[in-house]
């Protein structure tokens, strides 16, 4: 169980697209981790966890009081964690807009007192825990934004692997919304 974010269809379906353009789709085959289940974590796991643990998170997501942030992600890559498995990601090119919504749940978990799993994590979205190689990094020329504006409460499990929602909560309206580009006619 751990706090994160999923992208909207939409997101998803561009993250796919840029995956599917350089060639990540192909080179992970069915070591792509599935696509419904990508998300931006917010908060370390918690392993089996007890009705207490969950209605204390549940808690937490209801005291959050932060704004939505609009993420930029920049490039996909590959790292070999120290068990060997290779990760591939997206990731952000700064996490400037999304440090104030960290900062801000990471408090909230250490007042409920659920520090441990309150560790700072970075913006990004794992596609693979176990590609069957390292790839080249991948380098957008337009970023792929994402505005999260949701915090979930996620928990995972099953065959297939799936994250079922055990509590949802709107985020406040984002502060500096980035600018818009208006297509020319």
């Known amino acids: 169980m751990f706090f994160a974010a999923m992208p909207p269809p939409a997101v998803r379906m561009a993250i ?34 007890g009705d207490a643990q969950i209605a204390s998170l549940r808690a937490v997501g209801a005291a959050l009081q932060a704004h939505a942030c609009t993420v930029q992600y920049t490039r996909i890559d590959s790292t ?11 990731r952000a090119g700064s996490n400037t807009t999304f440090k104030p919504l960290l900062g801000a749940l990471q408090q909230q978990l250490q007042l ?27 380098r957008l020329p337009e970023p792929l934004r994402w505005t999260i504006d949701e915090l979930l409460l996620v928990v995972g499990h099953g065959r297939p692997y799936r994250y079922d929602v055990l509590g949802r909560w709107p985020l406040l309206p984002e502060r500096d919304p980035p600018p818009v580009q208006i297509g020319l006619f």
Do not use: M
């Open 80 to 90: 070999a964690n120290p068990a060997g498995r290779i990760h591939v990601t997206l």
């Open 16 to 49: 796919e697209e840029a995956a599917r353009e350089y060639g990540v789709l192909d080179a992970l085959g069915r070591a792509l981790f599935a696509p419904g289940n990508w998300h931006q974590s917010l908060s370390e796991r918690i392993f089996d966890p």
């Open 112 to 138: 409920a007192g659920h520090g441990a799993i309150a560790t700072g994590v970075t913006p990004h979205v794992t596609l693979s825990y176990d590609a069957p190689a390292l790839l080249p990094t991948v």
